[in-house]
């Protein structure tokens, strides 16, 4: 009883240990834990997953340690399913999702998908790179936004220009009954919003 309760004990120090070493980006602390055998696809009390965290922080270090770890999920989802590759998406780490997809990370998913996260975030290469990888230009999220409609209320006009390139919708609808001019329009953003409602001949 004095064991296991020893043992109890100790699970739940090195937890705490874990998690407060990804926010301060210590490496080494995590690095040990891992070899101790600490799981690197642990959840924090919130749900969230170690690597999404590490990205989110960011904790380049950590997350470095945790890559090279042969047991990491790279598709381990949080609570309300966001993987590692949205989390890179939506801060613009190209690098990271260049990585997660030569390993294996899946492009798509229904419902919000890591398009996304790229159209909402700053880096048009970010949705380029999944565009290339075979993400659907005009993807709808459980209330029909599309990658459009997020990158004309929340990311780079640069993104928008190459949504509309590869083809995005300008014309569709959400849940709402908005479209893409009408996202531009809710963020202030009047001459993006008079490009998007100007006549395409589609």
Excluded: C, K
Excluded at 68 to 90: C, F, I, K, S
């Amino acid at each position: 009883m004095v064991l296991a309760t020893w043992f109890s004990i100790a699970r739940a120090g090195a937890y705490e240990d874990f998690f407060a070493a990804l926010e301060r980006d210590d490496a080494r602390t995590v690095t040990a834990l891992l070899q101790r055998g600490f799981d690197p696809n642990s959840r924090n009390p919130e749900g969230q997953v170690a690597f999404f965290l590490a990205l989110r922080q960011p904790a380049p270090a950590v997350a470095e340690a945790l890559w090279a770890h042969p047991q990491l999920q790279v598709d381990a989802v949080n609570g309300v399913g966001e993987t590692p590759l949205m989390m890179a998406a939506l801060r613009g780490q190209v690098g990271w999702m260049r990585r997660l997809l030569e390993r294996g990370a899946r492009v798509h998913q229904e419902g919000w998908s890591p398009i996304h996260y790229a159209a909402t975030g700053p880096e048009p290469q970010a949705v380029e790179l999944l565009l290339d990888r075979g993400a659907p230009v005009d993807a709808r999220s459980p209330n029909g936004t599309t990658p459009l409609m997020m990158a004309a209320r929340y990311g780079s006009e640069r993104s928008v220009a190459l949504l509309l390139q590869r083809g995005a919708d300008r014309r569709l609808r959400n849940q709402r009954d908005l479209d893409a001019a009408d996202f531009a329009r809710e963020a202030g953003r009047e001459a993006l919003a008079r490009q998007l409602a100007a006549p395409t001949g589609r």
